[in-house]
Every structure is written in C-alpha cells, then in structure tokens.
C-alpha cells in the first residue's frame, strides 16, 4: 500500500468511528429514555415488570459500551494508519492532535465505565467523541505530511502524548463537573429527573471530577515541563511567552486554583466546579484559539 | 481573625493582619486568579520582546488604542509592574503559607498518632463483635497487621490507633518549596545568564566575543570574561523543503555544517540541527534562523572593484522573498547603492516580483540603484539592511528610472560606466549563542515539584483503630476525600483481630463524624 491509500484508510476510519460514536450516543439516549419510567417509580409496584424493565435498561447500555469499544476499535486503526502512512507519530497537527487526544478520551471513559462502575459517562462522553470526530474529519482535516524540523525530537512524542492524555482527562473531568453542577441545580428544586437520576449524586460527582483532575494536572504540569525542555532544545529558550505557552499556563493556574478552591471554605463545591469549566474552556481556547487566530511559534494547525 | 470593637489597630497588629490576609488560602486563590488574567493578554496582543515589528503595525493602526496600551505596559506584559507585583505577591503568600505548615508538619511527624476516639461508631467506616481472641493478642494481631501496611501505630492500654499516609502533605510542600526553587533558578538565569544572536554566511567564521554579536543582552550580574572562548566556521547550511503535494514548501530539515574550535584548540567538523545545539561548557549554539545572501560584485566606472562578496538578506515571507541593500560607499566618482529584492523561485504576475518556494530553484536579483557624492566616514552606525538614501539620486537613463533584474552569472551595465554583477548566492545561518546557568536548577526543580505533586494527590492518609473490650470495635477514617478502600481495610483489619463476620456497626455516614480531633483534612495548601 502506498502512503496516500493508507492515508485514505485512515481517514475512513476516523469517519467510522464517529459514525459508530453516534449510534453509541443513541444506544446510551435509549438507555436513560428508557429508564424514565423505572427512576420516576411506577404506579403499580410490579416486581416482574420491573426487573424486565431493568434488564431492559441494562442492555441498551451495554450496547453503548459495545458500539463505543468497536467505534475505538475503528478510531484507533485510524491512528495508527496515519502513524505508518506518514512513517512518524500520528500527532503532528491539529487534526491528528484531536484524534489522538479523543482516543485517550474514549478509552478512559470505557475504562471508568467497565471497571469503576461509571456507566452515566457513556452519554455524554459519546457526545463528546462524535462531535469531536465530525469536527476533526470535516474542519481540522489535513493530508499526510512529514514533520517540519523543529518537530524531530524524542520530545515529540513526550510532549504531545502527555498533552493529549490531559486534555483526554480534562475534558472527562469538565463533563463531570458540569453534571455536578446542573445536578446540584436540581437537587436544590428538589427535580432530580430524567437522565440526571441516573448519575451519581452531587458529591460522588463532585469526588469523581476531583479525582480525574488530580490525575490531569500533574500530567498538565508535565507536559509544560517536558514543552520547557523541548522549547531549550529546539528554540534555544526553555519559555518565551509564545501565546500557546502563555494559555498553557493559564489554564495550569486556572486549575491550580481548582485544586484549592476544593480546600477553601466559601469555595467548596459549585465555585469549584466552574473554575474547572472555566479550566476547560481555556484549554480549548489555548487549542482551537491560538491555533488558528494567533500566530506563534507553535502555529501547526495547516489548516 | 479577631475582631475587636472599634479598637484602631496599632501598626504591628495592622501589619499581622495584613500578613495574615495575605497569607490565607483564599488571597492564595484571588492571586492566582490575578495572574491567569494578567497572563492572557500577552497571548493575544502583540509583544514587543517577541514581535516588535507587528506592535510598531498595531500601533499605526490603532493610534489611540495603541498609546493607551503603551502607556500601561500592555505591550510588554510580563516586564509589567503589575505582572511583576502579583507574581512577587503570589511568592510571598506561597513562602508564607507553606513555611508555617512545614512547622506544624515536623510537630506531627514526631507525634505519634492520635489517641483512639472514645466512640469508634461515630466514624466513617467501623465495625464490631465479639474477638475469637484474648484482648491482648488481638491488639498485637492489631499491631502486626497494621506495621506490615507501613502504618504508624501507637499502643494504648486497650487500644491501638494508626495513621499512615504522611508522604500527602510532605508532596504538599516539597511541591510548594520547588516552586520557588523554579523560580530562583529563573532569577539565576537572568540575572548571570546571556543570549546573544549572530548572521553567518556560508563560508564565514564567528567568533565568540562581544564585537561579533549582531544583538546581545545579559542580565546585570553579567561579566564579558563569562563568555567561553570558540570560533565556529559554517561550511555549509543545507535546508530542504516538502516538494510533495501536502504541505509543499514546508520546511523539512535544515542541517548547519561547521567546523569548531575551543579557545586555540585545532577545528573540529561537526553540525548543528535545530533540535541539536552545540555545547561549550555552559554555553548553548542554537540554529535559529537562516536566508540568502546574494554574492555580488561592483565595479565602478574607473574599472576599480568597489565592493565583492555575499551581502545578508533579510526573508520577508515563508517563500523566502528576501530584501536587502548592496552597498559600494567606494565606488568613484560617485558612491553607488541599490536597493534590491533576491527571490529563491522568482515568478513575475499581477502580485509583481515574488518568491512562489523557499527554495533556490529560479534564483533572481531586483535592483533599484542610487548614486550621490562621496561621503565621508561619520563611523554613525546605520542598518545594513536598508540604504539610507540621504545624498543619493535614483540613477535614471533616457528619463526612466533604472531597474533590472539578474540571474546568477549576470552582469548590468549602469549608465555612467559602473557594472553590477550577480555571481552567485549562499545561504546564511543565524546563530543564537546563549548561557541560561540556572536551567538545571530550574529543570531540577520541576522534576522534583512534578513528584511532590503526584504523591500530595495520590497519597492517600488513613487512621485506623481497634479497641478491645466487652466487643471488640474497629473503625477508620481517611483524612482526605479518597475514600477508596477504606471498608475493605475496616475488615481486614477486623478479621485480623479476630473478628469473624463483622457487621457494620452502624450505617457508614457519609461525611466523617464531627470529632473535632478528626476533621478531614484540606488536601492542598
């Protein structure tokens, strides 16, 4: 196979992967549609009924499960392919850093999913993957290409890899946070309905959120710190203010705050979830933002 | 803080309570939420220290946004007073936060743990029964099983209570103390450190001291004897370009090949990549840049040669469409300069002269040319990058200004008998030559701030007690919200001191009971 068919294979099946995250996304909407009436606490007690409603309800969401293991299944032969057909890691430009990072993104859901018993993330997190996926196959999409120079370092994959595994893990901790906070809403008015009934309580999700930040933010620090010394190699400074390491730091000390808010009376709680999305939002910022608004010296969107 | 009716505050108690202000957790946040503000604007305005070209285009364009800016510092955020004043109040609030609690840590290290509670019940996970064993073996059972978990344990008379998870709050501060290790490490860095960027064009020489230095700047505490003797002579600078179809012109590699020599050392070949600096001693040589350099020669009228050899030009473009002034102050009767473009793979369209490839593929030289009077030496200094046209006339024949363009081997015939000949190009290399003597205490200090880091969020401080008695009670809590396991250490615990089907001994509540002596913890500084 020549470079260009595997590329073309490649983004096939990145394209089949977000078609599979979708009909996931419905599997796991038809699981907590189906269960409305189960949380709502029927009429009639019947006990049959029930536990065939239950059953019911399970298997639509171990159908999410299974779509979401086969769209990663699909999305990660996408990453590969694109590693052999351009003979580097497949995490040199905008689309590929998408990818890459999604794939940390669906794995880790599947994981907390099937071993720690957080199937509520499957919704929203398919949500996530197929939005993610469309935007990456349709806008962020570029061909093949080498590197350029600057990119031919061991801290190529380091720092990259590090980059796209917390942003896996910010974006599943900002989801978190984000039901804490409407959840928090509806336990105040006393509406707990509908999907919400079936996350965990306000402060389960309030000990996940914190818990899947505890674990992006030293990965965060880690990837600055590696970018640092790959920037003293590379660029002969180990930090300038280039815009894209200014918002990494931003968003760093956005969750530095977090982690303190948690520990600050007056702060615990809903204060603390929004620093986290406000976390998010700056990760994102720093890298759809300064991609393609700002010109810096790490402007390798293509696009 | 206390508060007292109306009492002025004396100037100890206002500066304790400013002190105390400061150093609170919550000042911490609003700090730190200072600084990502302050931060942000850098990334999206133009700075000087990185681009002063695009501020000098802000500002023509927005005069008035533009002075407002200058004037509060917006164009150099991170040399900003204010920057500058919440980072050094952001230092103090960590120093003052971090060195009390280093105190109180010791104190708790050389404590044992806390004596058991009186009611176990009340804690978060415990159960109860009867002990299949005699008090005194279940609590050295108790003892055993806890010291194999590298839990600290204290004996009490019918008790024995445990704590174990001290390393939390020691990645706390060790996290908290590199940082200002970090930071020290910058200071050092600026304060003894240099960087100093040099053109060289192929087949040049460069020579470390402080008269070869297009721009250099140090920190205060620099000293010109810093500076480590070496000469690097650039052979060759090889660049290649994506000739594909994705990405085409997209830079592929750029390799430097020089020879070196340290002080009088005999020369050594060796290269220089962009991920691949040189060293000597503590001194870096970085690839930073690179151009063309179109080789030319001036003849003036009388035949003499007035200038020969490679002039800089500076890129204008990612196609390498490059600007420059040849000069020939010498040439007689009149001094002769041209104002020129030299375009790698010249194309001429509607966009006028441009370059379409970084590379030299169709190499082409645009002049303009001036002449004026001889000048006299002023030694003022004066961009050699641009001509200065003071004295000079555009030289024009039959009423049409000169302008012409060459191809390497061409020679332009000028009117009034001078000759410009374009006989070749080379490519210059620009190197940036830098010492940064705090980079491995900075880099020390990360990596040991990264494992602070790691153990103060993933190490997880747990108690656990047994008392024995009429029923034999078991109980835990874990003094941080991890709450990952602490059940299963509850029964196995009880299962060690006899316990043989513990049932809880009350619903496990959700927050630990309100004994004041075993609040949970705050996980962070």
Known sequence: MTADVMGYYSFLAMVTSAVIYLVAFAAFSAEWASARNLDAGGHEPDAARESADRLRVDKYGRIGLALTCVGLLSHVAGVVLRGVAGRRAPWGNMYEFVTVSLAFAAAAMLVLAMRRGQRWLGLPTTLLLTIGQGLAVTVFYVDVAPLVPALHSVWFVVHIVAACASGAMFNLGAIASVLYLIRTRAEARGGVRGYLARVPDSRALDRFAYRVHAFAFPLWTFTIAAGSIWAEYAWGRYWGWDPKETCSLVTWVVYAAYLHARATAGWQGRPAAWLAVVGVVSFWFNFVGINLLVSGLHSYAGI | ?525
């Open chain 2, 1 to 525: 803080m206390a508060r007292r009716d109306a009492a002025p505050l004396s100037a100890a108690e206002f500066l304790r309570f400013c002190w105390t202000q400061l150093t609170s957790m919550r000042t911490a946040l609003v700090l730190l939420f200072a600084f990502a503000l302050a931060a942000l604007p850098g990334s999206l305005i133009p700075q000087r220290p990185v681009n002063p070209v695009r501020v000098t285009d802000f500002i023509r364009d927005n005069p008035t946004l533009g002075r407002f800016y200058d004037a509060v510092g917006l164009f150099d955020v991170y040399a900003s007073w204010w920057f500058a004043g919440i980072y050094l109040l952001l230092l103090v609030s960590l120093v003052g936060c971090i060195v009390p609690r280093i105190g109180t840590y010791v104190r708790a290290l050389r404590t044992p743990p806390p004596r058991t509670p009186r009611r176990l019940s009340r804690l978060p996970e415990s159960v109860a029964g009867a002990s299949a064993l005699a008090p005194g073996e279940a609590l050295d059972a108790a003892e055993s099983w806890l010291t194999k978990r590298r839990f600290r344990v204290r004996r009490q008379d019918d008790s024995v209570s445990a704590e174990r998870g001290y390393l939390r709050e020691f990645g706390n501060l060790l996290f908290h103390v590199s940082l200002v290790f970090v930071l020290a490490g910058i200071a050092w860095s600026s304060l003894f450190g240099y960087k100093g960027s040099v053109i060289v064009v192929e087949g040049q020489a460069f020579s470390n001291n402080l008269s070869q230095y297009d721009d250099f700047s140090a920190g205060g505490a620099f000293n010109p004897s810093q500076l480590v003797p070496f000469t690097i002579w650039v052979d060759r600078f090889d660049a290649k370009f994506e000739l594909g179809r994705a990405q085409r012109g997209a830079a592929r590699q750029f390799t430097a090949h020089v020879r070196t020599a340290e002080g009088a050392g005999a020369p050594v070949p060796s290269t220089i990549e962009v991920n691949h600096p040189l060293t000597f001693g503590g001194t870096s040589v970085h690839l930073i840049g690179h151009g063309y350099a179109p080789v030319v020669t001036v003849t003036d009228a009388s035949g003499q040669t007035a200038f020969s050899g490679p002039v800089v030009f500076l890129p204008q473009d990612g196609n390498f469409t490059s600007q420059g002034a040849i000069k020939a102050p010498d040439a007689r009767p009149q001094r002769l300069g041209f104002e020129c473009f030299f375009l790698p793979t010249a194309v001429v369209d509607e966009r006028g002269p441009h370059s379409v490839f970084p590379d030299a593929f169709a190499p082409q030289l645009f002049c303009n040319a001036w002449s004026g009077a001889p000048r006299q030496e002023t030694g003022r200094p004066e961009s050699v990058y641009s001509l200065d046209k003071a004295g000079l006339t555009q030289l024009s024949q039959n009423g049409r200004v000169v302008n012409f363009r060459l191809e390497p081997g061409q020679v332009v015939d000028l009117p009034g008998g001078a000759k410009l000949e374009f006989r070749d190009w080379k490519r210059w290399t620009k190197l940036q030559v830098s010492s940064t003597p705090g980079l491995p205490l900075t880099f020390g200090a990360i990596v040991v701030a990264v494992t602070g880091l790691c153990l103060s969020l993933f190490v997880r401080p747990r108690r656990l007690f047994v008392r024995v008695g009429e029923r034999t009670e078991v109980g835990g809590l874990d003094r941080a919200d991890a709450r990952v396991g602490l059940a299963d250490d509850v029964a196995a615990l009880a299962a060690a001191v006899g316990l043989p089907d513990a049932r809880p001994a009350h619903e496990p509540a959700h927050e630990p009971a309100g004994d004041p002596q075993h609040e949970p913890e705050k996980e962070d500084a």
